[in-house]
């Protein structure tokens, strides 16, 4: 019997890690990304490991949610043995204050950075939830990428910390629920830690004028406090393994 995860987010930086730490022949992944890996297919290949990769635009959010509600529908839940979904995507818009963010951006961070992981966790619960009452008591699991920028306020960062906030705060409101159903799933948010990814490439590339903390990402990576994408990664998915998965729904993989 196999595993089933779905990842947002799986064509570069710590979500194309995780898509790779993920393959394996007894999981079906399904990546959704706005290009699709060449090299994360041909390393499935090699490894005879389920793939699906969907090129989706993240900020189309009613038709995602829409499209993985439909592919989980078709599937039959008695061939897994537990069902997990990674929201890992997100947009950085321009580092700059909010008057000044162009108006598209906004729009776009907050749909791709919130709106989608909510939608998409509302298809995943509902059609995993059918699974439930059909008889299938596999584990249902939702893991939320957050950032420490959800939980402390920066200048010129007004977009992504408010997408990373609400993230944390729907995955409070959605733990409450599910623990009111019968083998409701476990939500968590999660902070991943600083990782040298094009993120803060971006941040460190930013106009010192109108990103006060600049200095700050360039002292990080000047310092070596910056992890690794594949680090960060195989940290991440193990806090899925913990068996106090779930109990904090907002929680830090610099948690104890």
Not at 107 to 132: I, S
Not at 227 to 256: C, H, I, Y
């Amino acid at each position: 019997m196999q595993h089933l995860t779905l990842l947002t987010g799986a064509s570069r930086g710590m979500g194309l890690a995780m898509a790779r730490q993920l393959l394996s022949p007894n999981r079906v992944l399904l990546c959704l990304s706005r290009q699709i890996s060449a090299e994360l297919q041909a390393e499935a290949d090699q490894h005879g490991a389920p793939l699906v990769q969907w090129s989706q635009d993240l900020a189309d959010t009613a038709g995602a949610r829409e499209r993985v509600a439909n592919w989980l529908a078709s599937l039959k839940p008695g061939d897994f043995a537990s069902a997990t979904l990674i929201n890992n995507a997100g947009v950085l818009p321009a580092i700059v204050p909010l008057a000044d963010v162009p108006e598209t951006q906004l729009v776009n961070a907050l749909r791709v950075g919130l709106e989608a992981p909510m939608q998409l966790t509302a298809a995943f619960l509902a059609t995993t939830r059918a699974w439930v009452q059909s008889g299938w008591n596999g584990p249902r699991k939702v893991l939320n990428i957050s950032s420490g920028l959800g939980r402390n306020a920066m200048a010129s960062q007004s977009p992504y910390c408010a997408a990373k906030a609400g993230m944390d705060h729907f995955t409070r409101c959605c733990a409450l629920e599910e623990a009111n159903q019968p083998n409701g799933a476990k939500l968590v948010s999660l902070a991943p830690g600083v990782i040298d990814t094009d993120m803060q490439i971006h941040l460190r590339g930013s106009d010192a004028g109108g990103f006060p903390d600049r200095q700050r990402f360039v002292d990080l990576r000047e310092k070596g406090m910056l992890s690794s994408p594949e680090d960060a990664a195989a940290r991440v998915l193990g806090w899925l393994d913990r068996k106090d998965f779930g109990t904090n729904p907002v929680a830090d993989v610099r948690d104890a």
